[in-house]
Nanobody, 122 residues
């Protein structure tokens, strides 16, 4: 079965950086479509970034210039480099794969989900 395991979340000061990782099994990230979705406390889930093959990565307007999504093909791992973090970035971050369309517009566009990793910016 498809499994996505995130890591790298934690508590960071505003202006700091974190790098999230997502290791995928039974799914080839480099030949498919994957991304990151976050859910701030008390709010709905929102797309952060997505990547698929040779497509230019898609980013939420709020993170453009600060976050970078990438893939390590050999490790079948998805990454999200987060720089210049803001308190507004505080959320549970989920790795998701299996986009049903490009660019993915909402959470329903992803077939598979990880358990999430908490990012808290103070």
């Amino acid at each position: 079965h498809v499994q996505l395991v995130e890591s790298g979340g934690g508590l960071v000061q505003a202006g700091g950086s974190l790098r999230l990782s997502c290791v995928a099994t039974e799914y080839t990230v480099s030949s498919g479509c994957a991304g990151w979705i976050r859910q701030p406390p008390g709010k709905a889930r929102e797309g952060v970034a997505a990547i698929a093959n040779d497509n230019n990565p898609a980013y939420a307007e709020s993170v453009k210039g600060r976050f970078t999504i990438s893939v390590d093909t050999s490790k079948n791992t998805l990454y999200l480099q987060m720089d210049s973090l803001k308190p507004e970035d505080t959320a549970m971050y989920y790795c998701a794969a299996g986009c049903r369309s490009w660019p993915p517009a909402h959470e329903r566009d992803f077939q598979y989900w990880g358990q999430g990793t908490q990012v808290t910016v103070s």
